[in-house]
């Protein structure tokens, strides 16, 4: 039998190619020699980083110690004492309670990091199970062959059939209760938060978003103020605050944008003026370069005058300018030059002008809609009462609905009641009992009647009658939904008017409960509600589209997903093959790095440059999904947006580590495998757990380079440092541009759950075969728990507060993991011959997918509104307290709410 493993007997983590392999460049197997030098290597890198961070944090506290400056007074921790040693924060993190974290960095930083602590107390209490149950059988298995390496820590050292393969067995088991037990147990205390969070909301956020719903699908009848609160308020009289309707206002947002821009730009002459003491100057029309949404001014001392120079008098304008109308102002033609101070204030009154006379004619219209005082009243005749109309009309007097005495019956009250809006005065006598069941007949024959299908081939001519038979009724029904679509998409792409979209402000959160879980209307897809988003968490932008068009675009960009999560194994097998000793030193002045002349470092390379490649390449996905998000398939809000890159990003996680699983294995017997097919799942079998070398590699580089890393927040550090080495001196900037220099750090959590969840899922897939990889894991987590712990209480503010709704996304995604790690174990089981074994981990699938029905059924879904028993106790006391600071713009485009924009000073004022 040829020996398939020619490792180092000295070493029991060296393995290598064998050496018919050995030249087909192949980065399969990574020696521990070369394992022990990438950590060593990410280990000084991490120091170095450490101790560069430290540095940084005392140089530019306002980026890295910068979250105090955004958030209120009692959201900030103690300061953090600077001291020369770089892990000084590392023990003040661990003692901060989980109650401070969560008073202090909002629920939706608790959520994350309850995440990341939930990961690591599963991969550190499964690591000192396996080192009990799997290590011990796996290290005194009797391999018919000599086996080294990673081998004689994993399944591949048991014989095939041998009793030894239901330790794993056994160790799934407990693997997958303990994780299932863990998820439930932060499901609910998830769930308890999120109650909490929707009665009681934040201490520094308004209520009012608690007691708002997002409308969609809002009928056309109904696209204004006023028709949407009168048809509110029937539903639930007396109990709305506020109604605003998305407006379609592309000439106001354009205006309003033009009108920022000169902002900006007197700001920036204005700060000139303050630095140098000489009126800056500008010629009309010229183009100017922007970086980092910071405009570069043309400026210069030689182009300025004197405050008291001798052209003062030709530019200085300003003092008539306050007489002056829109018509009246001067005009600078384009090409000239003239005074910036002057020329942007005159541009700037008239701008707040016009968007001042824009704003008010789309109120007007907002308010006053189709013009139709009885619009909402309409709707509710045309879907509710349109058959009682039908039948009084059909018996064309109410004869048969009266006494001989003129006494009403029950159904004419009722009729009439509906009809003339006198609900309220409807009674039920004694006398009037009597006509109760005429009025259940009418109900179930008359109303429900234009449901029945054939209805519209009664009264119809022959000829009309025979064409809807054979077809004709579909053909008509198909085309009413076509003209729908396309109404729907035209009504979307042409310009100004109502849309579909709107918000609903109510006095109590029982009636938000209410609403939020109740049918409106049993018209299909129309006036469905959710509760409202912050309003800091609306994409203003994409507010306008139609909720059809949305979905419609999620479902094609779905497809594409898909089709990339496909085509994915093209560039993780391209890095594996390309990116190797072998094949640079093939390239002109890589030679050096072919083991046949050092071997050391091709085994180096072959080593950390995959995972390195590999690690950049996910780090440019989250930002695809976040154009795909925002800008193609137009998402409401930022919470969504985050949501749906978690999605997606899971998705290819998972195809990272299952194609470099396959591509790997087949690689490395691709030769064995074209010589005789038929051993290609015995092939497979045997070279898969050589894989957990690499995700070791990985998972340590992460660990030690990855986590530190983020510490420096490359992204705020890069950016800062281009602005300065563009604008020199920081006293050009003006306020506003120093905001930008110094915005709040956010954590992108889109983007940092799936990085979380890739490690999890690394440790599920290799838990039982190659169980090495669970200290490694665990590890990772713990450094990464408190490294951003740390940041979140310390650099990051929240840009807005969902109420942690990723986590349980996240925790979703963590199971359905569980599920693929169990199904490659009970591949890897088959393969083998332990039938048995693989038969008694079956059950494992069906457990963990009830379990994930069961978490959504009663923790998820639950958790997205607040349960009626809870609404009506804090309804009890805070309802009067909560709506006293209610706004009615608060759900109003800012661009339709925003006060008359004007400059900032040069300097904010200082505050205690």
């Known amino acids: 039998m040829r020996n398939i493993y020619p490792f180092d007997r000295h070493n029991i983590w060296t393995y290598g190619s064998s050496d018919n392999d050995s030249s087909d460049g192949s980065s399969v197997e990574i020696e521990f020699s070369s394992l022990v030098s990438i950590i060593w290597l990410n280990t000084g890198l991490c120091i170095g980083i450490l101790i560069l961070h430290n540095w940084l944090k005392r140089k530019l506290p306002k980026i890295y110690l910068g979250r105090s400056n955004h958030v209120s007074d009692e959201r900030k921790t103690r300061p953090l004492p600077l001291s020369w040693n770089p892990l000084n924060f590392v023990s003040y993190v661990l003692k901060v309670p989980w109650r401070d974290c969560r008073a202090y960095c909002g629920l939706d930083q608790y959520a994350y990091l309850r995440f990341i602590y939930m990961c690591a107390n599963i991969t550190l209490v499964s690591a000192l199970w396996a080192a009990i149950i799997l290590f011990p059988v796996y290290a005194s298995g009797e391999q018919e062959v000599d086996v080294e390496g990673w081998y004689v820590l994993s399944m591949a050292n048991v014989p095939k059939s041998s009793g030894r393969l239901w330790a794993p067995v056994l160790f799934m088991w407990m693997f997958t209760a303990y994780t299932v037990f863990v998820v439930g147990r932060e499901y609910r205390h998830n769930m308890e938060l999120r109650m909490e969070f929707l009665g009681r909301g934040e201490n520094d956020i308004p209520k009012q978003h608690h007691y708002s719903l997002m409308v969609e699908k809002i009928p056309p009848k109904l696209r204004c103020n006023r028709a949407l609160y009168d048809y509110f308020n029937a539903l639930f009289p007396g109990k709305v605050h506020s109604v605003n309707v998305c407006l379609k206002v592309p000439d106001l947002e354009s205006k309003v944008k033009r009108r920022n821009e000169n902002c900006k730009r007197l700001e920036k002459a204005q700060a000139f003026y303050a630095v140098t003491g000489r009126r800056p100057t500008h010629v009309v029309g010229n183009s100017r370069c922007r ?72 109120q007007e219209i907002a308010n006053a809609g189709n013009n139709d005082t009885n619009a909402a009243q309409d709707w509710f005749d045309n879907v509710l009462r349109s058959d009682l109309f039908q039948y009084r009309e059909t018996n064309g ?83 009413k939904r076509f003209r729908r679509n396309v109404n729907v998409v035209v009504d979307g792409v042409t310009g100004s008017g109502h849309s579909s979209t709107g918000f609903v402000t109510f006095t109590d959160l029982s009636t938000v409960t209410a609403a939020v879980n109740a049918s409106l209307t049993t018209e299909p897809r129309t006036l469905l509600v959710a509760v409202a988003p912050e309003p800091r ?60 002349n050092n071997e050391y470092v091709a085994n180096f390379v072959n080593a950390w440059l995959p995972v390195v490649t590999l690690l950049l390449l996910m780090l440019a996905l989250p930002y695809v999904f976040e154009w795909f998000a925002k800008k193609y398939e137009g998402r409401k809000s930022y919470s969504d947006i985050d949501d749906s890159i978690t999605r997606r990003y899971f998705i290819y996680q998972l195809a990272n580590v299952y194609v470099t699983v396959t591509s790997y294995s087949i690689f490395d017997s691709l030769n064995d495998i074209i010589d005789d097919p038929e051993d290609t799942a015995k092939l497979l079998g045997e070279t898969l757990p050589t894989v957990v070398g690499y995700f070791v590699a990985l998972v340590a580089t992460k660990t030690l380079v990855g986590a530190p890393a983020s510490l420096l927040r490359l992204g705020a550090l890069s950016r800062y440092g281009l602005l300065r080495s563009i604008f020199c001196s920081k006293k050009y900037l003006t306020q506003r541009e120093l905001d930008v220099v110094e915005k709040r750090q956010r954590l992108r959590f889109g983007r940092e759950y799936p990085s979380v969840l890739m490690v999890i899922i690394i440790c599920q897939c290799y838990a039982t075969i190659a169980p090495a990889i669970l200290p490694f894991g665990a590890a990772f987590f713990c450094v990464y728990f408190v490294i951003y712990k740390y940041m979140c209480l310390y650099t990051f503010a929240s840009k807005y507060e969902s109420g942690g709704t990723l986590f349980a996304v996240a925790s979703n995604r963590l199971l359905v993991g569980l599920i693929f790690g169990q199904i490659t174990l009970i591949g890897y089981l088959g393969l083998r011959e332990g039938y048995a074994q693989a038969t008694a981990t079956t059950p494992l699938l069906f457990i963990v997918y009830n379990n994930i029905t069961y978490f959504h059924k009663e923790y998820q879904l639950p958790s997205m509104y607040l349960t009626m028993e809870r609404a009506q106790e804090i309804d009890k006391f805070q309802t009067a307290e909560a709506i006293r600071d209610f706004d009615a713009d608060a759900y109003r485009q800012p661009v339709l709410s925003d006060d008359v924009e004007g400059p900032q000073q040069y300097r904010r004022e200082p505050t205690d």
Request: charged share 30%; aromatic share 8%.
């Open 397 to 479: 007097s109410e004869r048969n609905f009266r006494h001989d005495d003129g006494r009403s019956s029950l159904a004419t009250t009722v009729i009439d009641g509906m009809v003339d809006k006198k609900e309220d005065d409807v009674t039920l006598s004694s006398s009037d009992a009597t006509e109760e069941p005429f009025l259940d007949n009418f109900l179930l024959s008359k109303v429900v009647d234009h449901a029945r299908p054939g209805v519209e081939l009664e009264g119809v001519s022959t000829s009309v009658k025979l064409f809807r038979m054979i077809g004709g009724t579909f053909l008509i029904s198909m085309l």
């Open 537 to 596: 968490d609306i994409h203003w932008k994409n507010c306008v589209t139609d909720l059809d068009t949305v979905d419609a675009k999620k479902k094609s960009g779905d497809t594409i997903i898909a089709v990339g999560a496909v085509l994915w194994s093209i560039p993780v097998a391209a890095i594996q093959v390309w990116f190797t000793a072998d094949s640079l030193s093939e390239l002109k002045g890589f030679s050096w790095m072919s083991a046949s």
């Open 291 to 362: 970086c980092c949404g910071i405009e570069c001014a043309p400026y210069t001392v030689k182009d300025s005058i004197s405050a008291h120079g001798e052209d003062d008098e030709y530019f200085d304008i300003a003092d008539d300018e306050e007489n002056l109308t829109c018509d009246q102002s001067i005009e600078y033609p384009k090409g000239e030059r003239a005074d910036s101070i002057n020329y942007y204030t005159q541009m700037l009154d008239k701008y707040n002008r016009e968007v001042e006379v824009l704003r008010r004619e789309k």
